[in-house]
């Protein structure tokens, strides 16, 4: 890389390191590339989940009534790759600073349970060090648009139970059942064609109406309503700021976009220097 392009990439750092530094309140929207360089997969892209399958094939409403088995078969697989799967560089960054920063917000697309994970051990630390409260906290809690891989949901009576087990899809007969009603249980995540939790979405879009800044790590913003989120804050004279490996629709409305990877980016971001 020549002299002149190391600056101007030095300047851009620079200049968001200001923007989200100074925003007294600020968004973070993640996307599955936060979580690329812990080994999850992305969706789209050369090496992403849809390359080999179509979504509407595993990830619609319509797939699961279709055939649950070979549904609940994909989901069982990603639970096991994912579960083995540690918080990297971004996570722990994002964590440390929703922890500290009352005024930030965390709203994940993402249902791979890294964030919360990397909210576990930084709470830890602080608490080791007398610091944190319940109050901090929740706030730092990730608002999870697209629910979690880890939780399961009754398509009769919608009893939601936390889930980490490996998944038995060898036969319709040996998938999750309610522990309440026997129905077959889904994953709880949301799927192309459903709504999103509107509570849910509602403090998402209050975060994203209130930010300064909406700074968009990770994601293709191909997907809605979470796509639409920064255009929010955008509205309502905020800005944008983008990190992403590649360009994305949202680039033209970002005012700063950092090209490089989120668990490289991250830290330099949004890590106070003493
Ligand atoms: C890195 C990196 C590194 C890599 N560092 N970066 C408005 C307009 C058009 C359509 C719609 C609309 N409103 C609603 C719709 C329909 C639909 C939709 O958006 N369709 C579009 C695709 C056309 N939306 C819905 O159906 C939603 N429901 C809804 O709105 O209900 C009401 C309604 C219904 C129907 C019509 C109208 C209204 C629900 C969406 C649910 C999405 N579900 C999934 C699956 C979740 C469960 C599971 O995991 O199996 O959510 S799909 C999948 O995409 C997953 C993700 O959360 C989501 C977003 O993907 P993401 O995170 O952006 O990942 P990628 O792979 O796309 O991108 C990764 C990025 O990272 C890339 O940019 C890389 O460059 C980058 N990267 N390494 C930094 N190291
Ligand atoms: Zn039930």
């Not at 549904?71 to 929703?98: M, S």
């Not at 939780?151 to 009769?156: A, F, K, L, M």
Request: proline share 7%.
């Amino acid at each position: 890389m020549n002299d002149a392009l190391q600056m101007d990439d030095a300047r851009r750092m620079d200049d968001a390191r200001h923007l989200v530094g100074s925003a007294s309140r600020l968004l973070i929207l993640t996307g599955a590339g936060v979580s690329a360089e812990s080994g999850v997969p992305t969706f789209r892209g050369p090496d992403g989940l849809w390359k080999t399958r179509r979504p509407e094939e595993l990830a619609t409403p319509q797939a699961f009534q279709a055939d649950p088995r070979l549904v609940w078969e994909w989901y069982g697989l990603r639970r096991e790759r994912v579960g083995a799967c540690r918080p990297n560089a971004a996570h722990e960054a994002i964590a440390r600073l929703t922890l500290e920063n009352g005024d930030a917000r965390l709203v994940t697309q993402n249902v791979d349970g890294l964030h919360e994970l990397a909210l576990e051990e930084a709470v830890a630390e602080e608490r080791s060090s007398g610091r944190s409260s319940d109050e901090s906290v929740s706030r730092a809690t990730p608002i999870r648009l697209h629910g979690s891989l880890f939780w399961t949901r009754c398509t009769v009576c919608d009893h939601r139970t936390a889930d980490r087990h490996p998944v038995d899809a060898d036969s319709e007969a040996s998938l999750p059942r309610c522990p309440k009603c026997q129905a077959l249980l889904r994953p709880d995540v949301v799927w192309f064609g459903e709504e999103l939790d509107p509570e849910i979405l509602e403090s998402a879009m209050e975060a994203a109406d209130a930010a300064e800044v909406c700074l968009v790590v990770g994601t293709s913003a191909l997907v809605h309503p979470a796509a639409s989120l920064p255009l929010l804050t955008k509205e309502s004279g905020g800005v944008v700021v983008e990190v992403n490996t590649e360009p994305t629709p949202l680039t033209e409305v970002a005012q700063l976009s950092l090209r490089g990877r989120s668990g490289q980016v991250l830290p330099r971001l949004l890590t106070v220097e003493p």
